[in-house]
């Protein structure tokens, strides 16, 4: 580090201004941590720590309990494993998660400027996000993509255009469509409803539970039981995802509180036609569902204080400094 | 990838699953253009039968679009053509020397198909999802004449025209849609060889819209699946009460009015070609008489849906569309032989489906000379079998005349 006024002029002098300095950075770096609402109490290659909370969050990704956790950011990279290749579009989503003592809240937050949540037109794709799970929680960690064979996962995907609901009639598909009357609507001729393909009905639930053992083996879970909900502010989508610690059938993880497990993420940007293969995912990464609280929100009065030596030591130290 | 053997194309081609076992039987019809008045019978019948729920509004599983203008959706051919040919520049050429009977009927295909010319990466085949304006209004603007000779025309090709392409799903025996789709929700059946989505696994990613180069895989949003013609199957398994059980025709070909469809199964060997059975109607009609040809066979799915190419139409523009074996198949349906002009006639005489025919040669009824060419008529008499041997329909070449005592010709 080189000073203006010549180091070591007067050695006193340079001690002095070497601890100005020292306390200058010092303060610099926590403010830029505070900024970014990082708490570097967390350890940030760890993983995911799922925080213990007495009153349980609404299911509302704006809720402003989610401000108080530490959020870890995930990187996200574009699906090159198997066909159809893709992806790549959203760089990294931030992971926050707190559990009651029977439920696990997961929350994501990304960057996506453009909200797409209706897939109605053969070309019009919607956004989603979903978390992975190993289907046993603690187990050997299943491949990343989609599980493997004798390792399966548990998927919840929210769905942009499943939050929206699934258009009823002609005048929701097309603004100028029209039709006098069908002579039935009975869901016999609604194929994919009659055979209770979670696709094509009116979900009670944004969250699709799906478990896969593989490529291409994504199936929906017996019990749609994961609740959830987004949000799209500004430039990003917050989404919620929230599930009963009990196991809900096969392939799908009890979770417990004191207990390690492993969660990835994936995101669909719907605007560059992101679906299925085509999206951005990342590793699977630890969550702890820990017995720790969520930090207070004195957080930002701890790290007033943990600054206050050092602007007062800043300030001494300027005055050193100018001293002849 | 592996390596199957496409008998359009004459040679072997990559295709991302080997080629089944064999040893069922193959859906295929046989359209004659030339008889099309495009009543859209067919569409309507296909229509209310199928697609007439929410959602549904833009489907069309049958469709009679007007050639060389109309398309569904618009412009579904030339876009793909054109693809082609970016990515396969100079090289979507036949060579028709190579001809073989049956295994390479056409000669050989030297370009490469919609799946040679696929990246890989996010496509397995080369496509595009049309969007919703190419749906929504089939027909519109089409038989809108551009030409008008005052001194009438004649043939062999029209200096003004057009015709009429009915389309449904082709079934292919190498289906672009199943080739396509990530999640293995599409399926051909060994049976009888529909392609069938299942409703219970679609996610309505649409790669089999992407991938069908004849786009009749559609997307509906009312369930968030794509859809697509399902050959009227129960019909084909005998369910229809009408039908005794036996395998009967789909309903966008027993409503033809103009008698253009005829449709069969045929079998199939453990090698993928027909097995060697000339008189089923659509082996006939494809291998003995040659007369039917698939559309567009350089796309590479081997389609089961063969046309009879209109007589009147400029021959590159069909060459384009049905392959080398065009001018071959305009000259057998012009000129027809004895027995052809015999089998012609099953073309809408029953609903169920014929699978063998008898002729029981009749009297010499005319000489004919057409184009030049002397013809002698035979009113031969051409009887269709069903799947049991046993006869369901008798039909002669000359339709019967009866003439009514001039007493009671009162209309």
Redesign the interface.
Known sequence: MRFPRGLGRRWEGGRRRTLAAAGAVTLVAASALFAAGVNPAVPQAAGVTSFQTEKAPALDPTDGVWSSVPGVEVPLSAQKT?????GGQIPAATVRSVHTDDKLYVHLTYRDPTLNDE?????RFADAAAVQFPATAGSTVPFFCMGQVDIGVNIWQWRA?TQRG?????EE??ER?Y?DM????EPL?????????I??IQAKTPVQNLVALG??T??QADSQVVSGKAAHTGDEWQVVFRRDFASPGEGQPTFSAGTETDVAVAVWNGAERE????KSVSQFTTLTIGAEPIPPNRTSLMFLLLAAPFVVMGGIALVFWRLP | MADVYNWHLGRTMSYPYPAGPGGGRQFAAVFNINRCISCQTCSMACK?TWT????Q?LMWWNNVESKPFGGYPLNWDVNLLEMQADRDPDGQVWNPEARREVEAPYGQFEGKTIFETAN?????VTGY????D???APNIYEDAATKWAKEGVELPAHSGWFFYLQRICNHCTYPACLAAC???AIYKREQDGVVLID?????????C?EACPYKKAM???????S?KCIACYPRLEGQDPLSDGLPMETRCMVACVGKIRLQGLVQVGSDGLWVDDPRNPMYYLVHVAKVALPLYPQFGTQPNVYYIPPRWVPREYLHQMFGPGTDAAIDAYTNPSRELLAVLQLFRVTQKIIFAFDIIPGPKVADLNIGGQKQEIYDDTVVGLDSQGREIVRVPVMEPTFQRPGKLNSI
């Open positions: 198997t066909y159809p290749f893709g897939s109605d037109g053969f070309t255009d699934i258009p009823e009639n002609v598909i097309s469509g039709v069908y002579p039935s609507t001729w609604y194929s994919a409803r009659d055979v209770g393909n696709m094509a490529f291409g994504l199936t679906r299925n293969g085509l | 209310s007439f729920s929410p959602g509004e890989g990466k996010d496509q397995v999802i049309p969007s919703n190419d749906w929504k990530p999640r293995k409703q219970e696994r679609c996610r309505g990613y649409r790669k819209v997307y509906r949003p009312t369930t968030r699946t859809e």
